[in-house]
């Protein structure tokens, strides 16, 4: 189970997130190539606006790596069977209720039935700078960056309401990503793995971020721009065994 391993060791983890959407079949192998060589932990697949069919992007990564695939769906469309688990995630930073409870009601039986398994997370969106594709899509609002108090608030909340899982999330390629305060404060406060992601970049961001107190980290646009990129933002996370 993918989640007894995040809560097995404290070790840090190191997530992959595949957009359908920014890949094609050659680009898709070319990184995952460099994530079979890397010790990713697990890859997410997922996005705001996925117009590729997702079943077809989870068997590639399966036929091509041994590493847990874990939905980590924008709608409705981007559930498949195929993956390992899904993150069934609540936007508790937002007052949409398809976000917070509708969509997943819909979704309930085929769960159910697919045998994933489910990782109910709590997931705070947070101002990034830019309007993220998130923020447009769910017609939500993310939590202003210097309101590092509802930020944790919410957070708590979200571990009240029986969430295994926090992500604190900028929004992909955001110009600012997710502060080192923030995170923080929001481990300081709560129990269960926090995820963090959105304009993740540069080794030192991945760095800094771990030694806030980030437990995994998520990263999409830069392994897109530079698959080699990976080699060194994964070794970071080997420095806190
Ligand atoms: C987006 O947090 C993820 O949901 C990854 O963001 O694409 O900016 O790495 P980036």
Do not use: C, W
């Amino acid at each position: 189970m993918i989640y007894n391993t995040l809560l097995s060791s404290l070790a840090k983890k190191f997530a992959l997130l595949i957009d359908p959407d920014n890949q094609t079949e050659n680009s898709l192998v070319k990184i995952l190539s460099f994530a079979n060589t890397t010790g990713i932990d697990f890859i997410m697949v997922g996005g705001s606006l996925v117009s590729n069919p997702i079943d077809q992007t989870v068997e590639i990564i399966k036929n091509t790596t041994t590493i847990p695939v874990v939905l980590f769906p924008g709608s409705l469309l981007q559930l498949s069977e195929k993956a390992d688990a899904i993150l069934l995630l609540a936007l508790i930073s937002g007052r949409n209720p398809d976000y917070l409870i509708g969509n997943h009601v819909l979704a309930a039986h085929f769960l159910k039935k697919s045998g994933l398994e489910i990782i109910p997370t709590g997931y705070i969106l947070i101002d990034g700078k830019s309007v993220s594709s998130v923020e447009y899509i769910s017609n939500t609002r993310p939590i202003p960056i210097e309101k590092a108090d509802i930020v944790v608030a919410t957070a708590l909340a979200g571990e009240m309401l029986g969430h295994k899982m926090i992500y604190l999330e900028a929004g992909s390629g955001a110009d600012r990503r997710v502060s080192e305060r923030v995170v923080a404060e929001v481990k300081k406060n709560i129990r269960v793995p926090l995820m963090v992601g959105g304009g993740i970049r540069t080794p030192e961001d991945a760095l800094n971020l771990y030694k806030a107190g980030a437990d995994i980290i998520v990263v999409g646009s830069a392994a897109e721009d530079d698959p080699e990129i990976l080699k060194q933002l994964v070794a970071v996370k080997n420095k806190f065994v």
